[in-house]
Structure formats: C-alpha cells, structure tokens
C-alpha cells in the first residue's frame, strides 16, 4: 500500500462504498485500542472483522458516531472564519477542485494536524468526507454540509 495519504484516500475512494468505509473507521479505531503501533499506519492491516467485534450494525454506529463527531470540527475549520484555522482551510479550499489525491491530502493534513486524528482513522475519515461531503456538493459545499450535519444531528 502507499505511504501518501493521498493516494490512500483516494484507493478508498475508489474501492469502499460509504457503509464499508464508515465501517473501517470502526475497525481501525478498535484495532488501535489493541495495539498502539496501527494508530500511524495509513492502511493498517486490520485483522478484525465486524463480526468479531460484535453486532454488525453497532460496529457502523461506532464508525458512525466517530465520523460525526470529527466531521462537526472538520466542518467548522473548513467553513467557520476562525482565524487559527485558515491556513488549513485555505488549503483545503484550494484543493477541491484538484481532484481526490490533492483533497485527500489537505483533508488529511488537517485531520491529523489540527484536529489530532491518527493517520490510521485519519484517512478513512477523509474517504468518507470525500464520497459523502466534496464530490456531490461541488462548490456549494460548506452549505450542503452544513445541512447534511443538520439532518442527520
């Protein structure tokens, strides 16, 4: 597997519906509850499965809930005006036309950076960002996402 995150993210893009990533965000936050070494790896081998974890639907409400929370920070860095998080919402801006490596890339600096992710969560957070959030929503994005956050709260 790649060691750059954007082209991590952009293979689960390509490869992961938004139910598989959602729950590979769980996955990966319980393997690195186990073992601390698989927090900064950008495609860990995970060897759990959902079934070993438990109940297939509790695994996607962790992944879930995981997601939610980082994704009302995330949305507040990118679509807030807070001056502490504008170069990270610069770049991200920049990037959204660039296509999924370069997005994937700003997102994942700013999840693991400002937000403290691990690279290991950090990408799949990002996946999901891109396939739920950026690609529908082309530039009307921040309002789209702010709904998107609304309704599902």
Avoid at 20 to 39: D, F, H
Avoid at 59 to 79: A, K, M, P, Y
Avoid at 113 to 133: H, M, N
Wanted: one cysteine or more; hydrophobic letters at 45%; aromatic letters at 4%.
């Amino acid at each position: 597997m790649s060691d750059d995150p954007g082209q991590a993210i952009h293979g689960l893009v390509q490869e992961y519906d938004e139910k598989a990533i959602i729950t590979e965000i769980a996955l990966r936050a319980a393997a690195m509850s186990k073992t601390a070494a698989v927090a900064s790896e950008l495609n860990p081998e995970v060897q759990e499965d959902a079934e070993h974890l438990g109940i297939k639907e509790d695994v996607l409400e962790l992944g879930g809930r995981i997601f939610r929370r980082v994704e009302r920070e995330l949305h507040e860095v990118i679509c807030g005006n807070s001056a502490e998080d504008k170069k990270d919402r610069d770049s991200i801006l920049k990037a959204t036309g660039l296509g999924d490596i370069a997005l994937g890339t700003a997102l994942y600096t700013a999840l693991t950076a400002s937000l403290g992710l691990a690279p290991a969560v950090a990408t799949v957070v990002a996946a999901l960002l891109i396939k739920r959030i950026f690609q529908p929503a082309g530039a009307e994005f921040c309002k789209f996402w702010g709904d998107k956050i609304t309704k599902r709260s």
